[in-house]
T-cell receptor
Framework: GAGVSQSPRYKVAKRGQDVALRCDPI?????LFWYQQALGQGPEFLTY????????KSGLPSDRFFAERPEGSVSTLKIQRTQQEDSAVYLC????????????FGPGTRLTVL | KQEVTQIPAALSVPEGENLVLNCSFT??????LQWFRQDPGKGLTSLLL?????REQTSGRLNASLDKSSGRSTLYIAASQPGDSATYLC?????????????FGTGTRLTIIP
């Protein structure tokens, strides 16, 4: 079956531009997560949705970061006024159930801010 | 705050050898622990998920153990192959209600020498 998909796979933005990153979770998965992975580091949590509700956004680094999942399926991570320190791989994951659910990851979007 | 450490950061072994990767975590109140592999430029592939009540999980040549009380997990790879070359990440889910995020280590970069 289809896994988690993300688009675009690569994004180059000039500093100050807004970007939108898309995640299509596995069909029927309740939970959706966004993580940020800097070069040579492990992924770090950004935000979590249960269906359409954003239950935890404690990892978002600033108010320039915004995520939504309006219909409880596809999610978009938006970064406004991008800065060089936003350059990273943005990973999306989904899980079928809440609590103890195995998380399945997409291929990521590599964002480079010039 | 949960911290996850993986040692060593990099490991090179000849093909055919058995090897062990280590993961330690500071807060033993975890819900589960997951091992992933990440190939260069790719997302994360889930290898094994161990619930807090379990001691180990096996899949093919992989065996993961969990000692929650000491805050340690190991991933054992038998009869290593060049295709096993990748970065291996462990991640824990803490057991606080409402907390769904994984906390990752920085990974062990494994190279299998043909």
């Amino acid at each position: 079956g289809a896994g988690v998909s993300q688009s675009p796979r690569y994004k180059v933005a000039k500093r100050g531009q807004d970007v939108a990153l898309r995640c299509d979770p596995i069909s029927g998965h309740v939970s959706l997560f966004w993580y940020q992975q800097a070069l040579g580091q492990g992924p770090e949590f950004l935000t979590y949705f249960q269906n359409e509700a954003q239950l935890d956004k404690s990892g978002l680094p600033s108010d320039r970061f915004f995520a939504e999942r309006p219909e409880g399926s596809v999610s978009t991570l938006k970064i406004q006024r991008t800065q060089q320190e936003d350059s990273a791989v943005y990973l999306c994951a989904s899980s079928l159930i809440t609590r103890s659910g195995e998380q399945f990851f997409g291929p990521g979007t590599r964002l480079t801010v010039l | 705050k949960q911290e996850v450490t993986q040692i060593p950061a990099a490991l090179s072994v000849p093909e055919g050898e058995n090897l062990v990767l280590n993961c330690s975590f500071t807060d033993s109140a975890i819900y589960n622990l997951q091992w992933f592999r990440q190939d260069p430029g790719k997302g994360l592939t889930s290898l094994l998920l161990i619930q807090s009540s379990q001691r180990e999980q096996t899949s093919g040549r992989l065996n993961a153990s969990l000692d929650k009380s000491s805050g340690r997990s190991t991933l054992y790879i038998a009869a290593s192959q060049p295709g096993d070359s990748a970065t291996y990440l462990c991640a824990v889910l803490v057991s606080n209600f409402g907390n769904e995020k994984l906390t990752f280590g920085t990974g062990t970069r494994l190279t299998i020498i043909p």
